[in-house]
């Protein structure tokens, strides 16, 4: 059987991008998996491998980083059928689900085997999964309830840890989450959920889920596909199809309750659920369409319009890897290989948390300011998510949006900078970006399999998932990036054990939860911790001011045509924002402000600009200010009085000198002691003022203000040509 | 009652507008005269005082034909002449010395015809142009005299007319008084400006914001900033509304005011006027005599439900009972603009917007109105509790020890203590430092003719017969007027007392030395 699985995601966020009318694109190339004799194909979300198997061999791909190349590796097991496979999070143990009651584990070392089996014969075997929480290692969910095994490597067997005793029709489990859900109850509709962290375990409270009924008695039954967990900014949702009314209900979990949030509505009787950079997608597989909906805000209108999903790259083979039961119904995670690439949402397609990343495509949204705040949540791509902002911020202003409009998006620009500024992501967004390139690289390159395993407990320690990931995967040190440490921090901070420690230290302010008990519902979410700032620190599309004015104000400055107006009262609106966050902003801003007025004549605004201090004193904008001020003379007082203020003595002194005004410029340099500007200066002004009186007095003023005065040129120059005009005046007169 | 009663009450202060170019025959003099008040005054004593007015306007021209007569100072009166537009002369006559206070400073007389005279123009448009469109005189004179009075009715105290005096040297007329605010609250105001002036869409409008009786910005020319500014404080600001409504009840402006509104244009009487004002009944234009708007009438302002201002005095459409928006003539652009207050606390806005821009009159005002309140609300509710919250109050720029005016001539502003502290000061200082003013209103207009745009640097210190110091400093443009009643021991105890107001209020702008 040839398998090729499929690999998806990525995007390319460039505007330009083809056909462009799409929010969501597969990455081409897609991972090829061709395996002669395969009899199935499985993924594993708690290591992220992608495993066909044969009869007697299992192969596993890794799939992130994703690589369309990567080999496989291959292990030779005992014959035998194959219901799911999981590698140990160590990967150094497979557990091989043989049959409804057995599960065989191989010892990858030592190529060992030995099994486990149900004691009773009523007992059913639904699942199994390695974890990292600090009591167990494996878990195996059964028809009676959940047993917990610890695994012990010396006697190469498994220990029971714990059980817990409960009727279960079918389960839900990822890795991200560490969530287990149980499903019970005649209409599956019951649920109990255990969360395996690695600060412990944590029961849920028992919670139904809603259900409409088509008829007055029927009761319709809730199916595995048709409930998913997810994992947004850090919290933890399910959602779950309702058939008969057409919603998507979503539930929030607390460390002490269940909320439900809301409903969103579908519009296929055929949905799929995956989250990209905490974007829930909502493929609604009929309509063969994408939804988007950050859920962050708690609108619950979809970020854009509906567009269909799309292959980047060569758009006409690719195939999707698909979540679920499949045929043989007894495995929680297979990857149904598909063999007509280039169709979309072809009907073997199932999804199975797909890492794709979505591109916004700021013309398709109306709400910009919406727009920008999501971007500026995204963490997977901080650099483009940046440009894309900058982008939109200069179109919006180009495009002369209401000033109300681009206010708001400059506030949400401005204060998601003053955000990164207080959790010092910002300063780290700029490390990183210095190896840019490299990260838009591989971080793009993703595999859509990558279902990125955020355990939410509360502890997160930036780096720490790094150090976990270093030694879980040894052999990823080498082509560990930057990139991927921004990405394993953001999404997946794993690990708090001690050893994993070694990193740690970054931003200490977040919401530690693990163990607190909490109160109430909505002030206490357990499983939340890793706040959005953080998520944002190693990379953040926060943007500057000296960006904003650098690849936003004077950018559209040079494009702009018309009346400059507007991009003054923008400019008012971005000083506005930044007053009220206390950012600096570049003079050189203030600078362009001043141009901007200037050419518009809007001589008296300008000055109430900077009497009021709107416009903050520098050198620059004194400077600017002289230089407009060659229009408006009331302008030129106000650049001359700045200098003034600002104590830039010899500046000022000249200027007084350059109007002719020597006089009082010798005033003020006796006053201040300014011996910078040559003296040659005022006695030229003077001696072109053709008044000897004035030319002697300048001359006396620096023979006593300059010690040594009489014996420069200068006053050799000047004293003969006084007693030049002294003469010719007395030659006159006589 | 009426003009007659007025009369004997304004102590000979007569006031007078004519054109030079009419009324030049035999026998047409009356002609001339588009305005005169007392308006009950023999014909022949009018025509004496603007042919002798007209007299000396011709002699002096023959040596300086720009600028020609500028004041008479005879024993009894003084004659201040003001050449309001080419040809078209004010003329005050004011009695000297007839009792204490009557005692002036001829600029600030002028600075008063000069204000009468743009408000008229910023209302009607120019004298010269409504002369034109009427040659007979009518349609200005029906205009000048209601607008006139009600003008003056500004003025009194008591029963008669009080002129700017010296009492008042510590004011300047004409100029903007404007408020001092934090750089927060400006960039708020700020981006309060660019909704306001972006409400009607592409047509710019334009806006002044004024919080109390203080300019808080202004985005018109300096010019017409001055004369809106003007009316705002007259008539629009909540001081000025709530005065307003008592006008008519002769509580606070006494009963004066009543006389010379009520004796204007609407019953004048008596067989003088009705012969200048009712000749114009045969014109074509006459017949509207009834209907002059009356732009400075008193008390016709009130606030409307939706915080908008609105009057009665332009009209009230029959139809739909809706006052019609007034509308005045820029300055610079010589563009005529809907004029729209807007009232929140102590807040007003006004915004002016184009009349060419709107296409289908009070809807359409009333649609820009519409957007200013669904776009700015927000924004004045915040500027308003930003101004509220660092409003220091009536006497806000008051410095403790000094009695100050400062004026930036550039920028045609001015600060000065508030008057209830300037009342505090003795009559000879009072006299001194407007003696003062006079002299250097005459050194600053010399020193204009003899080199326009160098700039004068002056330096006065005075002793007055109290030991009160009255002082004056200019430099590049700014003036500092200043009364120090308690710093009689030396002049250096003076000087050094303007050095640290200048340091600390002034930014160090008079401490050149």
Redesign the interface.
């Known amino acids: 059987m040839s398998g090729k699985a499929s690999s998806s995601s990525q995007p390319s966020i460039g505007l330009s991008g083809s056909g462009a009318l799409s929010h969501i694109y597969i990455q081409y190339p897609p991972l090829r998996c061709s395996i002669p004799e395969s009899r199935g194909l499985h993924y594993d979300d708690g290591t992220k491998l992608l495993i066909p198997s044969t009869s007697n061999q299992i192969f596993s791909w890794k799939t992130v980083p994703f690589n369309p190349l990567a080999t496989s590796t291959s292990d030779s097991i005992p014959e035998g059928p194959i219901l799911s496979i999981r590698f140990s999070l160590d990967t150094k143990l497979i557990a091989i689900q043989r049959s409804s009651s057995e599960i065989q584990f191989w010892i990858r070392e030592t190529s060992e085997a030995f099994s486990h089996r149900c004691r009773s014969d009523s007992e059913n075997i639904l699942g199994f999964f390695w974890t990292d929480c600090p009591l167990c290692d494996f878990v195996v969910v059964k028809n009676s309830g959940l047993d917990l095994f610890a695994y012990d490597s010396v006697a190469k067997s498994l220990d029971l840890v714990e059980m817990r005793k409960l009727n279960v029709c079918w389960y839900v489990y990822t890795h991200e989450s560490r969530l287990v859900l149980l499903a019970s109850g005649m209409q599956c509709r019951t649920f109990t959920g255990f969360q395996l962290s690695s600060a412990g375990i944590v029961r849920l409270p028992k919670f139904d889920m809603a259900m409409a009924k088509p008829e007055a008695n029927s009761k319709p039954v809730l199916a595995a596909e048709d409930v998913y967990i997810v994992t947004v900014y850090g919290r933890i949702y399910c959602l779950q199809v309702d058939r008969v009314a057409m919603l998507l209900h979503s539930y929030r979990f607390y460390r002490d309750a269940v909320v439900q949030q809301g409903s969103l509505p579908i519009y296929s009787r055929k949905i799929a659920v995956s989250v990209v950079d905490n974007v829930l997608l909502v493929h609604q597989i009929d309509a063969k369409v994408v939804i988007l909906y950050d859920i962050f805000a708690d609108s619950r209108a979809p970020i854009s319009a509906p567009l269909p999903l799309q292959s980047r790259g060569f758009p006409r083979s690719y195939s999707s890897s698909s979540r679920s039961s499949g045929k043989d119904g007894e495995c929680s995670e297979v990857n149904n290989k598909i063999d007509h690439e280039g169709i979309i949402y072809g009907d073997n397609w199932t999804f199975i948390v797909p890492d794709l990343i979505c591109d916004a495509i700021a013309a398709s949204s109306s709400e910009t300011p919406s727009v920008l705040e999501f971007l500026q949540r995204r963490k997977l791509e901080a650099i483009k998510a940046k440009q894309l902002c900058l982008g939109i911020a200069r179109t919006v202003i180009l495009e002369r949006r209401p000033?109300?409009m681009v206010?708001k998006a400059i506030d949400v620009l401005v204060s998601s900078y003053s955000l990164s500024l207080k959790t010092g992501s910002y300063f780290k967004g700029i490390k990183t970006e210095s190896t840019s390139s490299g990260v838009a690289k591989t971080s793009v390159a993703r595999s859509s399999t990558d279902v990125s395993t955020s355990r939410i407990d509360g502890t997160s320690i930036r780096h720490e998932s790094t150090a976990g990931v270093d030694s879980e995967y040894p052999s990823r040190a080498s082509t560990f990036s930057a990139s991927e440490s921004e990405e394993n921090a953001s999404s997946a901070p794993l690990r708090t054990d001690s050893r994993d420690l070694q990193l740690g230290g970054g931003k200490v302010d977040r919401v530690n939860l693990t163990g607190a008990h909490s109160s109430g519902p909505t002030d206490n979410p357990v499983f939340v911790n890793i706040s959005e700032q953080q998520d944002s620190e190693l990379t953040s599309p926060a943007i500057s001011p000296d960006e904003m004015y650098k690849f936003v104000f004077a950018a559209v400055e040079e494009e702009m045509v018309g009346?400059p107006?507007y991009l003054?009262?923008i400019i008012?609106?971005f000083?506005?924002s930044t007053?009220m966050e206390k950012i600096k902003v570049h003079p050189n801003l203030y600078v362009l402000a001043i141009q901007l007025l200037a050419r518009n004549e809007?001589y008296?605004?300008l000055?109430?600009?900077v009497t009021?201090?709107?416009l903050?004193p520098s050198k620059e904008v004194a400077l600017q200010l002289l230089e407009s001020g060659r229009q408006n003379?009331?302008t030129r007082?106000l650049g001359l009085?700045m200098l003034?203020?600002l104590s830039l003595h010899h500046d000022y002194v000249s200027l007084l000198v350059q109007d002719g005004r020597y006089n009082?410029a010798l005033?003020?340099a006796r006053?201040y002691q300014v011996t910078t500007v040559r003296p040659a200066l005022f006695l030229q002004a003077a001696c072109s003022s053709n008044n000897s009186q004035h030319l002697a007095a300048v001359l006396r003023f620096f023979s006593d203000f300059i010690p040594d005065f009489r014996t420069t040129s200068d006053f050799t120059t000047y004293y003969g040509i006084l007693n030049e005009m002294n003469t010719s005046v007395a030659a006159t007169s006589f | 009652m009426g003009l007659a009663s007025a009369s004997t009450a304004t102590d000979g202060m007569q006031l007078c507008i004519f054109d030079l170019r009419r009324g030049q025959n035999e026998g047409q003099e009356l002609d001339k005269i588009l305005f005169f008040f007392p308006a009950d005054l023999p014909f022949s004593t009018q025509l004496s005082v603007i042919g002798l007015s007209e007299g000396l306007i011709t002699f002096t021209r023959i040596f300086s034909p720009e600028a020609a007569c500028e004041i008479i100072e005879a024993e009894r009166h003084s004659h201040v002449f003001y050449e309001a537009e080419t040809d078209i002369w004010m003329v005050m006559v004011v009695e000297k010395g007839k009792d204490s206070d009557a005692i002036w400073r001829i600029d600030a007389l002028r600075k008063v015809l000069k204000e009468v005279h743009s408000l008229f123009v910023m209302f009607y448009g120019s004298i010269r142009a409504m002369l034109e469109k009427d040659p007979s005189g009518g349609l200005i004179r029906s205009h000048l005299y209601p607008f006139i009075m009600d003008y003056l009715s500004d003025f009194p105290v008591g029963k008669k007319l009080q002129l700017p005096s010296f009492r008042d040297c510590l004011k300047e007329r004409g100029t903007v008084q404007m408020l001092t605010?934090g750089?927060?609250a400006?960039?708020?105001v700020?981006?309060l400006v660019?909704?306001l002036?972006?409400c009607a869409g592409n047509s710019?409008c334009y806006s002044m914001i004024l919080f109390h009786d203080l300019l808080v910005?202004?985005?018109?020319?300096?010019d017409d900033?001055i004369n809106l500014f003007t009316y705002a404080v007259l008539r629009l600001s909540p001081n000025a509304l709530s005065s307003g409504v008592n006008s008519w009840s002769y509580i606070r402006r006494g009963s004066t005011s009543s006389h010379f509104v009520s004796g204007s244009a609407l019953t004048h009487s008596g067989p003088v006027s009705e012969q200048i004002y009712h000749s114009s009944d045969t014109s074509p234009v006459g017949n509207n005599i009834n209907r002059v708007t009356r732009a400075l009438q008193h008390g016709k302002w009130y606030k409307g439900k939706d915080g908008f201002l609105v009057t009665d005095i332009w009209g009230v459409d029959v139809g739909s009972l809706v006052c019609a928006t007034p509308t005045v003539w820029l300055q610079q652009t010589e563009e005529a603009m809907y004029l729209c207050p807007y009232q929140f606390k102590s807040l007003t806005l006004i915004l002016l917007i184009p009349v060419s821009s709107i296409l289908n009159g009070e809807q359409g005002v009333a649609l820009v109105k519409q957007q200013l309140l669904e776009?700015a609300s927000l924004k004045i509710l915040k500027v308003e509790e930003k101004l509220s919250k660092g409003w220091g109050g009536e006497n806000a720029y008051h410095v403790s020890g000094y009695r100050y005016l400062l004026v930036d001539g550039?920028?045609n502003i001015s600060r000065a203590s508030p008057p209830g502290k300037v009342t505090t000061l003795a009559k000879e200082s009072l006299l001194a430092l407007s003696k003062l003013r006079d002299e250097v209103d005459l050194e600053k207009s010399r020193a204009k003719r003899d080199n326009a745009g160098c700039e004068k640097?002056l330096e006065v210190s005075i002793r007055a017969k109290n030991n009160a110091w009255a002082i004056a400093r200019i430099t590049?443009?700014k003036e500092l007027y200043m009364v120090l009643e308690k710093a009689s021991e030396t002049l250096l105890y003076a000087s050094d007392a303007v050095e640290k107001f200048s340091n600390r209020y002034c930014?160090?702008?008079f401490s050149?030395?």
Do not use: H, W
């Open positions: 000033v109300s206010s009346d107006s003054v009262s008012v609106e000083l506005c007053n809007r008296a605004e000055e109430s600009f009021n201090k709107i903050e003379i009331q007082k009085e003034r203020q009082e005033r003020y006053k | 605010m750089r927060e400006a960039i708020e700020q981006s660019s909704v002036d972006s710019s910005s202004t985005t018109l020319s300096p900033t776009n550039d920028r640097d590049g443009g930014n160090g702008a050149l030395d």
